[in-house]
């Protein structure tokens, strides 16, 4: 049992790692929106970061949304 649960626990930090890459990944995306003047596709990509993301993450997703 012990070991079984030692494979969970790094399933489980190997999906956050995941997840962190592609809030990332829709940060860096929500900034090619923008250059794009694509206003509604940026804020919908941020307005998931708030959602998801960690405290970094969303500080920055709040600070492009203010530029919107």
């Known amino acids: 049992v012990f070991e079984f649960e030692n494979i969970i626990d790094s399933s489980t930090s190997a999906n956050l790692l995941k997840s962190t890459k592609a809030l990332d990944t829709l940060i860096s995306l929500a900034k090619t929106y923008i250059g ?30 203010d530029t919107l």
């Open 36 to 65: 794009m003047d694509d206003f509604e596709s940026a804020r919908n990509s941020l307005e998931e970061v708030l959602e998801h993301g960690n405290e970094i993450q969303k500080n920055e997703a709040k600070k492009l949304i």
